[in-house]
T-cell receptor, first 112, second 114 residues
Framework: DADVTQTPRNRITKTGKRIMLECSQTKGHDRMYWYRQDPGLGLRLIYYSFDVKDINKGEISDGYSVSRQAQAKFSLSLESAIPNQTALYFC???????????FGPGTRLTVT | SQELEQSPQSLIVQEGKNLTINCTSSKTLYGLYWYKQKYGEGLIFLMMLQKGGEEKSHEKITAKLDEKKQQSSLHITASQPSHAGIYLCGADHHSGGGADGLTFGKGTHLIIQP
Protein backbone atom coordinates (compact mmCIF):
# COMPACT_ATOMS: atom_id res chain seq x y z
CA ASP A 1 0.00 0.00 0.00
CA ALA A 2 1.16 3.53 -0.78
CA ASP A 3 2.55 5.54 2.11
CA VAL A 4 1.09 8.83 0.84
CA THR A 5 -2.31 8.73 -0.80
CA GLN A 6 -4.31 11.48 -2.45
CA THR A 7 -7.98 11.61 -3.29
CA PRO A 8 -9.40 12.17 -5.77
CA ARG A 9 -6.82 11.35 -8.43
CA ASN A 10 -8.67 13.30 -11.07
CA ARG A 11 -11.33 15.96 -10.77
CA ILE A 12 -13.12 18.25 -13.15
CA THR A 13 -15.05 21.10 -11.61
CA LYS A 14 -16.64 24.35 -12.65
CA THR A 15 -15.62 27.90 -11.90
CA GLY A 16 -16.92 29.06 -8.54
CA LYS A 17 -17.32 25.61 -7.02
CA ARG A 18 -15.75 24.63 -3.73
CA ILE A 19 -13.48 21.64 -3.88
CA MET A 20 -11.38 19.73 -1.37
CA LEU A 21 -8.35 17.61 -2.11
CA GLU A 22 -7.34 15.14 0.54
CA CYS A 23 -4.03 13.65 1.55
CA SER A 24 -3.36 10.81 3.96
CA GLN A 25 -0.08 9.30 5.06
CA THR A 26 0.92 6.20 6.97
CA LYS A 27 4.55 7.19 7.47
CA GLY A 28 3.99 8.80 10.85
CA HIS A 29 5.56 12.04 9.62
CA ASP A 30 4.91 15.36 11.31
CA ARG A 31 5.48 17.56 8.29
CA MET A 32 3.09 17.72 5.38
CA TYR A 33 3.10 19.88 2.26
CA TRP A 34 0.89 20.85 -0.65
CA TYR A 35 2.48 21.77 -3.99
CA ARG A 36 1.03 22.49 -7.40
CA GLN A 37 2.74 21.69 -10.66
CA ASP A 38 2.10 23.62 -13.86
CA PRO A 39 3.69 22.95 -17.23
CA GLY A 40 6.85 25.01 -17.58
CA LEU A 41 6.72 26.25 -13.98
CA GLY A 42 7.84 23.30 -11.90
CA LEU A 43 6.40 22.68 -8.45
CA ARG A 44 5.40 25.56 -6.21
CA LEU A 45 4.64 25.35 -2.51
CA ILE A 46 1.09 26.26 -1.47
CA TYR A 47 0.94 25.46 2.25
CA TYR A 48 2.85 23.37 4.73
CA SER A 49 2.29 22.09 8.24
CA PHE A 50 4.70 21.02 10.94
CA ASP A 51 1.99 19.50 13.07
CA VAL A 52 -1.75 19.75 13.69
CA LYS A 53 -1.47 23.20 15.26
CA ASP A 54 1.17 24.65 12.97
CA ILE A 55 0.11 25.74 9.48
CA ASN A 56 2.21 27.95 7.25
CA LYS A 57 1.66 29.70 3.95
CA GLY A 58 3.89 28.86 1.07
CA GLU A 59 4.80 30.76 -2.06
CA ILE A 60 1.32 30.74 -3.64
CA SER A 61 -1.31 30.41 -0.90
CA ASP A 62 -3.83 32.93 -2.27
CA GLY A 63 -7.09 31.25 -3.23
CA TYR A 64 -6.36 28.16 -1.14
CA SER A 65 -6.92 27.06 2.43
CA VAL A 66 -5.82 23.95 4.31
CA SER A 67 -6.82 21.87 7.27
CA ARG A 68 -4.66 19.49 9.26
CA GLN A 69 -7.31 17.25 10.76
CA ALA A 70 -4.85 14.82 12.29
CA GLN A 71 -1.16 14.02 12.04
CA ALA A 72 -1.94 11.74 9.12
CA LYS A 73 -4.35 13.95 7.20
CA PHE A 74 -3.85 17.25 5.42
CA SER A 75 -6.51 18.61 3.09
CA LEU A 76 -6.37 21.45 0.59
CA SER A 77 -9.47 23.47 -0.27
CA LEU A 78 -10.30 25.78 -3.11
CA GLU A 79 -13.18 27.90 -1.80
CA SER A 80 -14.17 29.21 -5.21
CA ALA A 81 -12.28 27.47 -7.98
CA ILE A 82 -11.02 29.45 -10.96
CA PRO A 83 -9.60 28.18 -14.27
CA ASN A 84 -6.00 29.18 -13.49
CA GLN A 85 -6.08 26.74 -10.58
CA THR A 86 -6.09 23.95 -13.14
CA ALA A 87 -2.93 22.01 -12.29
CA LEU A 88 -1.46 18.82 -10.89
CA TYR A 89 -1.49 18.96 -7.09
CA PHE A 90 0.93 17.01 -4.95
CA CYS A 91 0.97 16.26 -1.27
CA UNK A 92 4.30 15.44 0.38
CA UNK A 93 5.47 14.44 3.84
CA UNK A 94 8.74 14.42 5.71
CA UNK A 95 9.81 13.36 9.14
CA UNK A 96 11.79 15.26 11.76
CA UNK A 97 15.47 14.87 11.17
CA UNK A 98 14.88 13.52 7.67
CA UNK A 99 15.46 15.66 4.63
CA UNK A 100 13.63 13.54 2.12
CA UNK A 101 10.12 14.50 1.10
CA UNK A 102 7.82 11.65 0.09
CA PHE A 103 5.31 12.57 -2.56
CA GLY A 104 1.82 11.29 -3.21
CA PRO A 105 0.69 10.28 -6.71
CA GLY A 106 -0.91 13.65 -7.41
CA THR A 107 -4.40 14.95 -8.12
CA ARG A 108 -5.12 16.32 -11.56
CA LEU A 109 -7.61 19.16 -11.18
CA THR A 110 -9.32 20.84 -14.09
CA VAL A 111 -11.44 23.94 -13.54
CA THR A 112 -13.69 24.79 -16.48
CA SER B 1 11.84 35.15 -9.56
CA GLN B 2 13.59 31.98 -10.59
CA GLU B 3 15.85 30.99 -7.70
CA LEU B 4 16.63 27.63 -9.22
CA GLU B 5 17.49 27.19 -12.87
CA GLN B 6 17.56 23.79 -14.52
CA SER B 7 19.12 23.05 -17.87
CA PRO B 8 18.44 21.84 -20.39
CA GLN B 9 14.62 22.07 -20.41
CA SER B 10 14.46 18.97 -22.57
CA LEU B 11 16.93 16.40 -23.73
CA ILE B 12 16.73 13.68 -26.36
CA VAL B 13 19.46 11.09 -26.03
CA GLN B 14 20.16 7.91 -27.90
CA GLU B 15 20.02 4.80 -25.76
CA GLY B 16 23.44 3.96 -24.37
CA LYS B 17 24.72 7.52 -24.39
CA ASN B 18 25.69 9.56 -21.35
CA LEU B 19 23.95 12.77 -20.35
CA THR B 20 24.14 15.54 -17.79
CA ILE B 21 21.45 17.76 -16.27
CA ASN B 22 22.39 20.91 -14.39
CA CYS B 23 20.76 22.81 -11.57
CA THR B 24 21.99 26.27 -10.59
CA SER B 25 20.86 28.22 -7.56
CA SER B 26 20.99 31.97 -7.02
CA LYS B 27 21.35 31.33 -3.29
CA THR B 28 23.48 29.07 -1.14
CA LEU B 29 22.12 25.55 -1.02
CA TYR B 30 21.62 23.96 2.37
CA GLY B 31 20.37 20.87 0.62
CA LEU B 32 19.85 19.86 -2.99
CA TYR B 33 17.41 17.10 -3.86
CA TRP B 34 17.03 15.24 -7.11
CA TYR B 35 13.70 13.68 -8.02
CA LYS B 36 12.42 11.78 -11.02
CA GLN B 37 8.85 12.00 -12.24
CA LYS B 38 7.14 9.83 -14.78
CA TYR B 39 4.67 11.85 -16.80
CA GLY B 40 1.56 12.66 -14.75
CA GLU B 41 2.76 10.68 -11.76
CA GLY B 42 4.33 11.41 -8.40
CA LEU B 43 7.94 12.24 -7.67
CA ILE B 44 10.47 9.58 -6.80
CA PHE B 45 13.37 10.63 -4.60
CA LEU B 46 16.78 9.94 -6.14
CA MET B 47 19.45 11.63 -4.05
CA MET B 48 20.13 14.42 -1.61
CA LEU B 49 23.35 16.42 -1.39
CA GLN B 50 24.35 18.74 1.42
CA LYS B 51 28.07 19.22 1.60
CA GLY B 52 30.19 21.21 -0.83
CA GLY B 53 31.98 18.85 -3.18
CA GLU B 54 29.71 15.95 -2.26
CA GLU B 55 29.05 13.23 -4.82
CA LYS B 56 26.58 10.36 -4.63
CA SER B 57 25.84 7.51 -6.98
CA HIS B 58 23.02 5.06 -7.36
CA GLU B 59 23.22 2.52 -10.13
CA LYS B 60 24.02 4.55 -13.24
CA ILE B 61 23.09 7.95 -11.83
CA THR B 62 25.64 10.24 -10.18
CA ALA B 63 24.86 13.58 -8.58
CA LYS B 64 27.39 16.20 -7.53
CA LEU B 65 27.24 19.43 -5.57
CA ASP B 66 29.93 22.01 -6.26
CA GLU B 67 32.23 23.38 -3.59
CA LYS B 68 30.40 26.70 -3.44
CA LYS B 69 27.09 24.87 -2.93
CA GLN B 70 25.29 26.73 -5.67
CA GLN B 71 25.33 24.24 -8.51
CA SER B 72 24.53 20.57 -8.87
CA SER B 73 24.73 18.16 -11.77
CA LEU B 74 23.03 14.85 -12.41
CA HIS B 75 24.89 12.50 -14.71
CA ILE B 76 23.45 9.35 -16.24
CA THR B 77 25.84 6.83 -17.73
CA ALA B 78 24.82 4.49 -20.54
CA SER B 79 21.21 5.70 -20.61
CA GLN B 80 18.34 3.21 -20.83
CA PRO B 81 14.65 3.59 -21.71
CA SER B 82 13.83 3.32 -18.00
CA HIS B 83 15.66 6.61 -17.43
CA ALA B 84 13.09 8.54 -19.44
CA GLY B 85 10.96 11.03 -17.51
CA ILE B 86 11.15 14.43 -15.91
CA TYR B 87 14.05 15.18 -13.60
CA LEU B 88 13.53 17.85 -11.00
CA CYS B 89 15.97 19.45 -8.64
CA GLY B 90 14.65 20.81 -5.37
CA ALA B 91 16.53 23.24 -3.18
CA ASP B 92 16.51 23.90 0.50
CA HIS B 93 17.55 27.53 0.81
CA HIS B 94 17.14 27.57 4.56
CA SER B 95 19.08 25.81 7.26
CA GLY B 96 16.04 23.90 8.53
CA GLY B 97 16.69 20.70 6.63
CA GLY B 98 13.92 21.26 4.11
CA ALA B 99 11.29 21.73 6.79
CA ASP B 100 9.97 24.90 5.17
CA GLY B 101 9.42 23.15 1.86
CA LEU B 102 11.59 22.99 -1.20
CA THR B 103 12.03 25.33 -4.14
CA PHE B 104 11.93 23.36 -7.37
CA GLY B 105 13.42 23.92 -10.77
CA LYS B 106 11.17 23.71 -13.82
CA GLY B 107 12.35 20.24 -14.66
CA THR B 108 14.22 18.54 -17.48
CA HIS B 109 12.25 16.30 -19.82
CA LEU B 110 14.45 13.37 -20.78
CA ILE B 111 13.61 11.23 -23.80
CA ILE B 112 15.64 8.14 -24.60
CA GLN B 113 15.63 7.11 -28.24
CA PRO B 114 16.22 3.45 -29.09
Amino acid sequence: DADVTQTPRNRITKTGKRIMLECSQTKGHDRMYWYRQDPGLGLRLIYYSFDVKDINKGEISDGYSVSRQAQAKFSLSLESAIPNQTALYFCATSGQGSHEQYFGPGTRLTVT
Amino acid sequence: SQELEQSPQSLIVQEGKNLTINCTSSKTLYGLYWYKQKYGEGLIFLMMLQKGGEEKSHEKITAKLDEKKQQSSLHITASQPSHAGIYLCGADHHSGGGADGLTFGKGTHLIIQP
